[in-house]
């Protein structure tokens, strides 16, 4: 059964600030793993779907990584912004579903 | 680009009333999910349907129930509702089915938020 926690559960910086957050996974036989944004009260916004065959995805300011061996994949953000503040969340299909992680509230202030 | 289109965005329901739910996905999706985001929790799996057929199932009450229609929207339906499912509800869609194989991305809907009381 595919687990998924994600460390810290909540961080807060000031702007300008390179964030790393992490994401682990107990089920290391997937396809790819996305990563989701979800401001407060609103829906999921995809940010990056890296495959299992790519180390790296990146979408401007955001850099994604996966270590299927070790079950890990990291969201690095850079030179973060006040609108960067929201819940991040990763995803592993398992079957024909994801599993979330319990994501990380990110908060950065001016 | 086309989204994934939910109706309600907002709904409110008395205790023990019937709710429908309806997912519209991204025009040529043929996979849809349903979950549930409780406040403060993450996203939980209730369903979901790959060519109208039910593909997989999770923690769904057996007073829910769903179908994916031959124009591949799909309806969650709700009976006897409970105080407890007071939620954000998110439905999702793939061209392909996640967990398959290949680049299937799923893209949620903005959610329709069903309040009991």
């Known amino acids: 059964k595919q687990e998924v926690t994600q460390i810290p559960a909540a961080l807060s910086v000031p702007e300008g600030e390179n964030l790393v957050l992490n994401c682990s996974f107990t089920?290391?036989?997937?396809?790819?793993l996305q990563w989701f944004r979800q401001d407060p009260g609103k829906g999921l916004t995809s940010l990056l779907l890296?495959?299992?065959?790519?180390r790296e995805q990146t979408s401007g300011r955001l850099n994604a990584s996966l270590d299927k061996s070790s079950g890990r994949s990291t969201l690095y953000i850079a030179a973060s912004q006040p609108g960067d503040s929201a819940t991040y969340l990763c995803?592993?299909?398992?079957?024909?579903?994801?599993?979330f992680g319990t994501g990380t509230r990110l908060q950065v202030f001016p | 680009a086309a989204g994934v289109i939910q109706s309600p965005r907002h709904l409110i329901k008395e205790k023990r009333e019937t709710a429908t739910l309806k997912c519209y996905p991204i025009p040529r999706h043929d996979t849809v999910y349903w979950y549930q985001q409780g406040p403060g929790q993450d996203p939980q799996f209730l369903i979901s349907f790959y060519e109208k057929m039910q593909s997989d199932k999770g923690s769904i009450p057996d007073r829910f129930s769903a179908q994916q229609f031959s124009d591949y929207h799909s309806e969650l339906n709700m009976s006897s509702l409970e105080l407890g499912d007071s939620a954000l509800y998110f439905c999702a869609s793939s061209l392909g089915q996640l967990g398959r194989g290949g680049g299937t991305e799923a893209f949620f809907g903005q959610g329709t938020r069903l309040t009991v009381v």
């Open positions: 890296i495959q299992s065959s790519q």
């Open positions: 995803a592993a299909p398992n079957t024909d579903k994801l599993i």
């Open positions: 089920d290391s036989a997937i396809y790819n």
